[in-house]
């Protein structure tokens, strides 16, 4: 790291380092304060799908014990065909957003088919969409955290060691010049002193 020169053209230069750090700052913590917001009502709303999944599998439980049965074939009832995610850009982080899940239910002969496996196609298409929207929301949230991490380690080293670094050079810097003008002023004391008392001799 570079030696602090201690004259006025590093005082001018720390102060303007101090003025940007400064004007920097507020910037950077509203933008933090913004992505914990926001990464908030991300954990929220994964949650909240959490919840919706654990009701939608109890629902099924419930209501179709009968799926236990292994003699009836389900496979490929229900399949995902399609899934759009779009992007977001929160303050300059992109955010995935489910913007369509497509699920298309198998065909089926009814009459080959118990009664029930029309309420198990519905509630297996929803149980897809729910884990596709969940798989986005955790992923949101997990580039929620790691942007508030990184925006909160900027927000630190401003305020926790560039402002108060350059502010100790400013105060160093002044110092030293004060220090160097009272020398000054007392070296041109002597030197009139001197001077003289060489005239009156």
């Not at 986005?136 to 955290?145: G, H, I, K, P, Y």
């Not at 060691?161 to 009272?182: G, Q």
Request: hydrophobic fraction near 45%; avoid cysteine; charged fraction near 30%.
């Amino acid at each position: 790291m570079a030696r602090l020169q201690l004259n006025k053209s590093s005082l001018a230069r720390e102060g303007r380092n101090l003025r940007t750090y400064e004007r920097f700052l507020p910037s950077l913590d509203l933008k933090r304060q913004q992505l914990m917001a926001e990464r908030a009502k991300a954990a929220r709303t994964l949650a909240g799908t959490d919840r919706e999944i654990e009701s939608l599998r109890r629902q099924v439980g419930n209501r179709l014990p009968m799926l236990a049965n292994l003699n009836v074939d389900l496979s490929d009832l229900a399949r995902v065909t399609a899934v759009v995610v779009g992007s977001e850009n929160l303050v300059g982080t992109q955010l995935p957003v489910l913007e369509r899940v497509e699920v298309a239910i198998g065909a089926y002969t009814p009459m080959t088919k118990p009664h029930w496996v029309d309420d198990t196609a519905a509630l297996l298409q929803s149980m897809l969409e729910l884990r596709i929207r969940r798989q986005v929301e955790a992923q949101r949230l997990l580039l929620l955290e790691a942007a508030v991490k990184t925006i909160t380690q900027r927000v630190n080293l401003f305020d926790k060691v560039l402002i108060p670094k350059t502010r100790a050079n400013i105060k160093k810097i002044k110092i030293y010049l004060s220090d160097e003008d009272m020398a000054a002023v007392v070296r041109s004391k002597i030197a009139k002193n001197k001077h003289a008392t060489a005239r009156s001799v």
